[in-house]
T-cell receptor, first 116, second 110 residues
Framework: KAGVTQTPRYLIKTRGQQVTLSCSPI?????VSWYQQTPGQGLQFLFE???????NKGNFPGRFSGRQFSNSRSEMNVSTLELGDSALYLC???????????????FGPGTRLTVT | GENVEQHPSTLSVQEGDSAVIKCTYS??????FPWYKQELGKRPQLIID?????GEKKDQRIAVTLNKTAKHFSLHITETQPEDSAVYFC?????????FGKGTRLHILP
C-alpha cells in the first residue's frame, strides 16, 4: 500500500502571494489532518477533514483554508503569505478519527514552504 | 483548553541507559495517546500508542504508561541505541483531533 504523499515537496514564495499544497492519503483512509511544523513550536494542528467536510479547525487565521475531494485527497491554501508562514506543512491520514473509532494517523513527507 | 505539555525539551542519555519522556494533558475526555518519532529530515513515524482503557503497553524496548487520574503519560525507552536519537512527540486526542506536545530531542551519547 502506498503511503501518504504530498506535493510539492519544496516551495518558495514571496510575501503576499498565495499557495496551494496537496495531500493524497493512504488508499481507504477518509480522514486527513494538516499540521504546521516550526522549530520550537512542534506540530500545530490546522484542520481535519473527513468525507469532504471540515470537522475541526485549529487556531490559525482565516488565510489558512482547506478542502477535501470525494477521493479523500485534500488541499490546503494559504493566501496573502507572511514571512511567519515559512514552515514544514505536514498532512496525516487515518481510517477515521473520532471518539468511536480511533485509528492510527500516518504522516506524509511534508511540503517545506519558504516565504521571502 | 487544549493543551499537551511535554518534558523535557532536550534529553541526553548514555548509550545503553534508559530514557523517559513525560507528557500531561488537560482534557479529561482524551482517550487516545500516540507517540511519534521524527528523525532529522524525515516525517514523524508512529512508534507506539495507548488507549484510555489500558494502563501500560510495551513493544520490545519501548513502553508507554498512562495515568488517567493524574492526566499524564510517559514514554520509556530501555537499552538505548544510537538509532534512538531523534525528536519524540507525544499527542492526545482533544475533541476528535490530535494535539501534539512540543517535542523532546533525544541525544544518545556514545
Amino acid at each position: 500500500k502506498a503511503g501518504v504523499t504530498q506535493t510539492p515537496r519544496y516551495l518558495i514564495k514571496t510575501r503576499g502571494q498565495q499557495v496551494t499544497l496537496s495531500c493524497s492519503p493512504i488508499s481507504g483512509h477518509r480522514s486527513v489532518s494538516w499540521y504546521q511544523q516550526t522549530p520550537g513550536q512542534g506540530l500545530q494542528f490546522l484542520f481535519e477533514y473527513f468525507s469532504e467536510t471540515q470537522r475541526n479547525k485549529g487556531n490559525f487565521p482565516g488565510r489558512f483554508s482547506g478542502r477535501q475531494f470525494s477521493n479523500s485527497r485534500s488541499e490546503m491554501n494559504v493566501s496573502t503569505l507572511e514571512l511567519g508562514d515559512s514552515a514544514l506543512y505536514l498532512c496525516a491520514s487515518s481510517l477515521a478519527l473520532d471518539s468511536g473509532a480511533l485509528y492510527e494517523q500516518y504522516f506524509g513527507p511534508g511540503t517545506r514552504l519558504t516565504v521571502t | 483548553g487544549e493543551n499537551v505539555e511535554q518534558h523535557p525539551s532536550t534529553l541526553s542519555v548514555q548509550e545503553g541507559d534508559s530514557a523517559v519522556i513525560k507528557c500531561t494533558y488537560s482534557d479529561s475526555a482524551s482517550n487516545y495517546f500516540p507517540w511519534y518519532k521524527q528523525e532529522l529530515g524525515k516525517r514523524p513515524q508512529l512508534i507506539i500508542d495507548i488507549r484510555s482503557n489500558v494502563g501500560e503497553k510495551k513493544d520490545q524496548r519501548i513502553a508507554v504508561t498512562l495515568n488517567k487520574t493524574a492526566k499524564h503519560f510517559s514514554l520509556h525507552i530501555t537499552e538505548t541505541q544510537p538509532e534512538d536519537s531523534a525528536v519524540y512527540f507525544c499527542a492526545a486526542t482533544v475533541d476528535d483531533k490530535i494535539i501534539f506536545g512540543k517535542g523532546t530531542r533525544l541525544h544518545i551519547l556514545p
